[in-house]
């Protein structure tokens, strides 16, 4: 029986993922999270940050490297991984890295540059809303728009 090995990782991406095929055939995405825990040390809070490698395999890797990017916030739930070898001097190393099972892309946020204000306060797209409902009377005209969003599926 297997013993329990399972993590659930939630951070930003700290460079944008890299996408290999190695000999298997089957994609390989690389990439690394930044998480950040905060706690309080005498009325004061401290931040304490860790960084992971992470390993993404298969369709799965395929989408993390298309809709991903430096700085998007992801939720990881996989399992440990621990990487060993021996350095030419004949030392041993090892590395642990999280293999992921699924991949969740967290909304992206939105930087102050993109958003144009409108003098009342509102956001461009608001304006632009308000703009279409007043010359657009004839619901049927207006088509809606829908978005195909890609889930993940566990490798």
């Known amino acids: 029986m297997n013993d329990l090995n399972s ?9 944008d993922p890299e996408l290999t ?16 825990r905060y706690y309080k040390v005498n009325d004061k809070y401290e931040q304490e940050v860790s960084y992971f ?3 993404v395999w298969g369709k799965t890797a395929e ?6 990017k430096q700085g998007r916030g992801v939720r990881i739930s996989g399992r440990n991984k621990q990487n060993r070898w021996k350095t030419e001097e004949g030392n041993s190393r090892s590395k642990i890295i999280i293999v992921a099972d699924t991949v969740e892309f967290k909304p992206e946020k939105k930087t102050d ?5 409108h003098p009342m ?3 461009k797209e608001q304006t632009d809303l308000e703009n279409i409902e007043e010359t ?4 049927a005209a207006i088509e809606p728009i829908t978005e195909e969003i890609m889930e993940p599926q566990g490798v």
């Open 121 to 123: 306060g509102m956001s």
């Open 113 to 117: 540059q993109s958003v144009d204000q």
């Open 63 to 68: 989408a993390c490297q298309q809709y991903l």
């Open 136 to 139: 657009v009377n004839d619901e």
């Open 53 to 55: 490698d992470i390993e």
């Open 21 to 36: 095929f190695p000999k298997n055939g089957t994609a390989l995405c690389k990439m690394a999270v930044a998480n950040n």
């Open 7 to 15: 993590i659930l990782l939630e951070g930003n991406l700290t460079r």
